[in-house]
Every structure is written in structure tokens, then in C-alpha cells.
């Protein structure tokens, strides 16, 4: 008798995937299902998981923990990067997909699986990333989508499951939410329109606290380091503990509208409190503490690195590169942001930092300057008026009517 060939299968323990443990088994494969944590998941819910895993059949189920790895070599860049997606989104679920991806095939690798299954669908971004990431790492493994390839009614997937002896209750929730370290996801019939706003009972955390609070985050090198003055083991846990706070706050709600791979506009809901507080006072400290030019051409290798990722693009050479220049830039990124909490929104106060250029020892802006006189500004403003100047004396030349500023 043949040896059943092994596939790696990414679980999620919802409808899609139980459908795809099912249907793999029933093609013969010996199936060995897979979640990927990437700071999202709790240790009841991992359980949970892998005890629908076992109850469907999988030979053998994983929880694989890419939490801090998500960190060191995407969201560090996040940050430094200053990167929202339109201005509003900060990849809270695009950023994570390469990782959860980079995470199944390695386990695969190491199990020496004959294939990778995946439960998306054809109709959104996620079946480009997780596809890019196994043809790119594991180029002769078969990649399985049963749901995207059957193009299957979710009653069908139903139907199929009960026929399986699978009894659930699969009715689908009326909203759904995928999170993780850098954010949550939400969406629901509103996000399928483009002028209906989720209502406050679609968002995974209510409001609790009215009451206005101050705190502090601590950079290092650009790195969230700690909280109210208390340094934390790892940026992770900063971001886990600045999430448990201002959240309660209903802080950083909102809807992204962009261009997702497959060619289609699309609008998701979501809220990223710790990511959006950090990013905004990352980006108020680098006011105080980067030089024009820097702050200008991160902005635009940012915007790049961000869109890219959101793509799958994370093996682009170019990105190693973008992230060594963002790195460069953080040495003076040092110092603490105070920021105030209310419901439904924060505010950035002011930094210290001893890196500050804007340090009353070199002049204060519209009151007192130290570094030069009245004659040095007026011989400057000449040379700078100068090509200006030039152009407008030859246009006036070409259209009489052209006259000064």
C-alpha cells in the first residue's frame, strides 16, 4: 500500500479550513494542519483550535509562534517608517500574512511535506500573498486551495461537512475579525459599501474609560522601549500592554479604502490603538530629532516599503535596502512622547529628548535668534530669490503679459 502523501494545511479552525481537512483527507493525503500566531491568539484560544483540529481528524496539529519574529523584521519597520497606508492604515492584517505564510512553510520543510493547502478564497488579497510566499520558499511543493479553486457556496461547504458527520454551528458572524499584534481587522456588510460606517458593536473593544489620562512611551533608537516609566523586556510587550490601556479608550477606530493586488477598490474597518498611538508619537519625536532631508525621503521610501508589503512584496531585495535606510535614521530617535487619552481618540503632547533640535541654545522660532544676524538673512534671501528671479525676467520676455510675484 502507498505511502499517503503528507500536506501541511493553514488552520484557522473556521469553515473554510475544516472544509479543506475534510476534503484533503478524502483525496488521500495524510493531513498535519498548522496555526500561526502572530499576536493575535490567546492560550484558550490556541487550545480551542487545535481541539477542532483533532476532532476533524488532522494526524497532527501545531501552534506555531511567530509573535516576536513578526516584530524584529516587520513591525521595528512599521514603526520607524512612520507607515500608514493611505494615512490611515497600518497594515494590521497585511503585514502579518507573509509572516504567518514564511511560518507553514517552514513547518512543512521540516516535516518534508509533499504539498501547502490554504483556505482563501479568489476574491481578496490574502490568496496573492500566501501563494507568492510558498512559490518563492518552497518552489516544488504543490499548493493546494480547494475553496478558491471548487468555488464553493458557503451552504456547500455546510452541506459537505454534514455528510462528513461534522455537526457545528456554522453561522457565519455578523462581523468578521481577524487580529493580531499590529491591529485588528473588522468587516462586515457596511465595509461592502462605500457610505455606510461600522456601528460601535461591531468593534472587538467597547469603550470603558471617559475619564481624559496621560501617559508616556519611551523610544530607543526608534524602538518602543517602555510605559510611564517603567521599562518593559521587549518592544512586544509594550505594544501588548499600550494596547491593553488605550483601548478601553475606543481609540483607533477607523475605515481604509485602497487598491487591493487583485485590480478591485476595497474598504476595511479596523482598530490598532497601540499602533496608531505609536506610530503618531514615533513620528512626533523624528519631527524633533531628524533633519529636513531625512524626514523628507523617509516619508517617500516608506510610503514604497508599505505598499510593497501590503502586496507580498516582502522578498524584494529593495526592501532590505529601505529597511537598512530606516534603520540609519533612528540613532537620535531617542526620547519620551507624552500622549493623552480620551474616548475615541489621543493626542499627541510634546517629546523630551536630548537630541532635540529644537533647543532654545540655537534660537527660539519668532522670538530670538542665535546663529545670525539681519544682514546675513537679507544677503541670504537675495541668493535664494536669485533663479527665481532669472525665470521670471525670461518669461516676461516670451509673454509680455507674465508679471512679477
Known amino acids: 500500500m502507498a505511502t499517503p502523501k503528507k500536506v501541511v494545511l493553514a488552520f484557522s479552525g473556521g469553515l473554510d479550513t475544516s ?9 488521500g493525503y495524510e493531513v498535519l494542519s498548522a496555526i500561526v500566531n502572530t499576536g493575535g491568539f490567546d492560550e484558550a484560544e490556541l487550545k480551542t483550535i487545535e481541539e477542532k483540529a483533532y476532532k476533524l481528524g488532522v494526524n497532527h496539529h501545531v501552534a506555531l509562534d511567530e509573535t516576536q519574529n513578526f516584530y524584529d523584521n516587520c513591525v521595528k519597520y512599521l514603526i520607524f517608517g512612520n507607515v ?20 507553514i512553510v517552514d513547518y512543512a520543510n521540516s516535516v518534508q511535506a509533499d504539498a501547502i493547502a490554504h ?30 479553486d471548487m468555488q464553493l457556496s458557503r451552504q456547500a461547504e455546510i452541506d459537505y461537512l454534514k455528510e462528513k458527520g461534522v455537526e457545528q454551528d ?3 458572524a455578523q462581523y468578521s475579525i481577524n487580529k493580531g499584534l499590529w491591529g485588528t481587522s473588522v468587516g462586515g456588510a457596511e465595509t461592502l459599501t462605500s457610505h455606510l460606517t461600522l456601528p460601535e458593536d461591531a468593534y472587538p473593544s467597547p469603550l470603558k474609560k471617559e475619564t481624559p489620562e496621560s501617559i ?8 518602543p522601549v517602555g510605559l510611564n516609566g517603567e521599562k518593559f523586556a521587549s518592544s512586544v510587550d509594550v505594544i501588548q500592554q499600550l494596547e491593553k490601556i488605550a483601548s478601553e479608550f475606543a481609540v483607533g477606530r477607523d475605515v481604509h479604502v485602497g487598491d487591493t493586488i487583485i485590480g ?21 519625536l523624528e519631527k524633533h530629532t531628524l533633519s529636513k532631508w531625512q524626514q523628507h525621503h523617509k516619508q517617500t521610501l516608506s510610503d514604497w516599503y508599505g505598499m510593497a508589503l501590503h502586496e507580498g512584496q ?7 535596502d529601505i529597511e537598512n535606510f530606516l534603520t540609519s535614521t533612528q540613532a537620535t530617535v531617542t526620547g519620551t512622547v507624552e500622549v493623552k487619552l480620551l474616548p475615541y481618540r489621543f493626542e499627541v503632547v510634546g517629546i523630551k529628548s536630548e537630541f532635540d533640535l529644537m533647543n532654545s541654545e540655537f534660537g527660539d522660532y519668532g522670538e530670538m535668534n542665535n546663529a545670525w544676524s539681519g544682514e546675513d538673512v537679507k544677503g541670504f534671501t537675495k541668493i535664494l530669490a536669485n533663479p527665481m528671479k532669472i525665470w521670471m525676467a525670461t518669461q516676461k520676455k516670451a509673454n509680455p503679459t507674465v508679471t512679477e510675484a
Open 119 to 148: 483556505g482563501s478564497t479568489g476574491a481578496g488579497n490574502d490568496q496573492v500573498r500566501f501563494d507568492l510566499v510558498f512559490q518563492i520558499m518552497a518552489p516544488n511543493t504543490e499548493i493546494i486551495t480547494p475553496i478558491r
Open 216 to 223: 508616556t512611551i519611551e523610544f530607543e533608537n526608534g524602538e
Open 84 to 103: 500608514l497606508k493611505n494615512n490611515t492604515y497600518p497594515l494590521s492584517v497585511s503585514a502579518e500574512r507573509v509572516f504567518q505564510a514564511k511560518a
Open 19 to 27: 472544509f479543506c481537512v475534510k476534503h484533503l483527507q478524502e483525496k
Open 264 to 284: 478591485i477598490k476595497g474598504r476595511v474597518g479596523f482598530e490598532a490603538a497601540a499602533p496608531l498611538i505609536l506610530v503618531k508619537a514615533h513620528h512626533l
Open 314 to 320: 516582502f522578498f524584494e531585495p529593495l526592501m532590505r
Open 170 to 172: 456554522w453561522s457565519k
